[in-house]
Nanobody, 114 residues
Framework: QVQLVESGGGLVQPGGSLRLSCAAS????????MGWYRQAPGKQRELVAS???????NYLDSVKDRFTISRDNAKNTVYLQMNSLKPEDTAVYYC????????WGQGTQVTVSS
């Protein structure tokens, strides 16, 4: 029943910006910590950013000051604003919760290249 639908990825040049969205359903969204994860080919999936139901955030050091995670509990949606993108940000991006891992969506591809 849990569904996580990511969108907003695409091809962007270094220094560009993207805004990812994740529409969630099938659980009580407002009380769950939500996170954005990414996985590059041949590499392990890593947590990029997280946000509690109250809005407390944490970021991977390499994206801090460039990415902003936010959520709208009324809309069951979590966002990732990505600025100053670098080629090393290239990956498939997924949203999920630590309590829900095992219910992955399709992800959205972010490619940063000139």
């Amino acid at each position: 029943q849990v569904q996580l639908v990511e969108s907003g990825g695409g091809l962007v040049q270094p220094g560009g910006s993207l805004r990812l969205s994740c529409a969630a359903s099938g659980f009580i969204f407002s009380i769950y910590v939500m996170g954005w994860y990414r996985q590059a080919p041949g590499k392990q999936r890593e947590l990029v950013a997280s946000i509690t139901g109250r809005g407390v955030t944490n970021y991977l050091d390499s994206v801090k000051d460039r990415f902003t995670i936010s959520r709208d509990n009324a809309k069951n949606t979590v966002y990732l604003q990505m600025n100053s993108l670098k080629p090393e940000d290239t990956a498939v991006y997924y949203c999920n919760s630590p309590g829900l891992i095992g219910n992955w969506g399709q992800g959205t591809q972010v490619t940063v290249s000139s």
